[in-house]
């Protein structure tokens, strides 16, 4: 008998993949967001941060103080990578006109007491003002600046100490070693998490418009979908839903977590079969949780609503714009409870600093705990929301074969194709 059952729920899961393949690839909507979606939204988005440093960024100085410090200070930085002294320019006027014209991005500014101050031992000033319409632009500029006045001070400290001590170079030497992302760029330090997250939200969008569909056959059939399948636990459906998610993302999750950083020359210092293991547990809690939003929505206009709404949520939780340990706790409770928050910190920590499946295993661990937190929770919402949900519709076209309909074209705002009747009850109803 046990045997029976087991083979019964094995065929019900079977059953449940293959209409859940058909609903995918009957669904132009649901096909773009499962596949088109995580196919083209990588590579967009690594384009528009392409390049991810600039070079050569145009400035002009405005030298007041026209002394021999100032003109040195200047030339070294024209000699670095990042900025291009273009022009000396005669005043602030001048320097603000080409800056409005686009013909320089920045504007280095030296007082009259620039080498004055500093000879007497007392502050010396240098000042940058900065188009700030493209932030590389600043990054690059203010870099470049900050390199200068260190090796200048520097070399200053070490001509006053040079009859004291013997020193062949300044008398502090910085050096700049980047770890991980070897470019420094904003794209690597920015798209690894991106790219996790768009696979998140791209299914989160084709499970919603699944269950929107759904709901719709519902409304339409006298709340019976057709395309359901009958007789299936709630367990059987998720797991058969679950299956097909995962294996629709399996190639979808290779190009966007390795051909695109492949093609990108993003940090790749992870192993790819273990990169692999941890997309696993991240797809399959995905999935469940997606299985949990779905309740919140009820035609397919809802589903772009859901997109609105937990899209900037997610990344913002991440970490990426705020440090995650800066945010207070119950903040940190909610992104811990997303999937693609440790599924992102997991891909970058390997990615980037070269960690191995072993040094990320908490957050490994933390994605099955997931898997295990949200299948209860789906099991939960499908048997007792939305299998009475889908009942209480069923019995409502019993009493009324029309109901469905007309509740979809009130919400539609269609009232002239209603009963006027039943436009005077539902009046009444809201009163």
């Excluded at 990169?275 to 206009?301: D, G, H, K, T, Y």
């Excluded at 928050?341 to 920590?349: E, G, L, P, R």
């Amino acid at each position: 008998m046990e045997k029976k059952e087991k083979k019964g729920w094995l065929h019900s899961i079977w059953r449940v993949m293959g209409q859940e393949v058909n609903l995918i690839r009957r669904d132009e909507a649901v096909i773009i967001f499962f596949v088109v979606l995580a196919v083209v939204y990588p590579p967009l988005y690594s384009l528009i941060y392409n390049p991810e440093i600039v070079h050569d960024e145009a400035v002009v100085v405005v030298d007041e103080d026209r002394s021999e410090l100032s003109r040195q200070f200047a030339r070294d930085l024209d000699a670095t990578p990042d900025v291009w002294v273009k022009d000396y320019v005669n005043d602030m006027n001048e320097a603000r006109d080409l800056m409005a014209r686009k013909q320089c991005y920045g504007i280095v500014y030296f007082p009259a007491d620039f080498e004055e101050s500093v000879r007497r031992g007392e502050q010396g000033h240098v000042s940058l003002y900065c188009d700030m319409g493209v932030m590389m632009r600043y990054k690059a500029m203010l870099t470049a600046l900050s390199s200068v006045q260190m090796e200048t001070g520097s070399r200053l400290q070490s001509e006053k100490v040079a009859g004291v001590i013997s020193l062949d170079g300044g008398l502090v030497e910085s050096r700049q070693v980047p770890l991980g992302n070897t470019a420094m760029g904003i794209a690597s330090a920015i798209l690894p998490f991106i790219l996790v997250y768009v696979l998140q939200q791209g299914m989160m969008l084709g499970v919603a418009m699944i269950h929107a569909g759904s709901i719709g056959r519902r409304r339409r059939n006298k709340g019976i979908d057709r395309l359901d399948v009958a007789n299936a636990t709630p367990g059987a459906m998720l797991i058969g839903k679950a299956m097909v998610h995962l294996i629709y993302y399996f190639f979808p999750a290779i190009f966007a977590l390795h051909i695109v950083p492949l093609i990108f020359k993003f940090p790749m210092n992870g192993s790819f079969m273990e990169i692999f293991l941890l997309m696993v547990p991240f797809l399959l809690a995905s999935s469940f949780m997606c299985q949990v939003v779905r309740i919140f929505v009820n035609n397919r206009e809802g589903v772009f609503l859901v997109l609105a709404f937990t899209s900037i949520i997610f990344v913002f939780l991440t970490g990426v714009s705020w440090p995650h340990y800066q945010m207070a706790p119950y903040w940190q409770v909610a992104s811990e409870l997303i999937p693609g928050y440790w599924a992102s910190m997991a891909y970058v920590q390997m990615q980037v600093s070269g960690a191995s499946l072993s040094q990320v295993g908490h957050m490994y661990i933390a994605l099955w705990v997931l898997v295990g937190v949200y299948f209860v929770i789906a099991y939960l919402v499908e048997a007792f929301v939305l299998r009475p949900r889908y009942k209480a519709m069923q019995l409502e076209s019993e009493l009324d074969p029309d109901v469905l309909q007309k509740h979809v074209l009130f919400q539609m705002g269609d009232e002239n194709m209603l009963d006027p009747e039943w436009i005077g009850d539902e009046e009444e109803d809201e009163e």
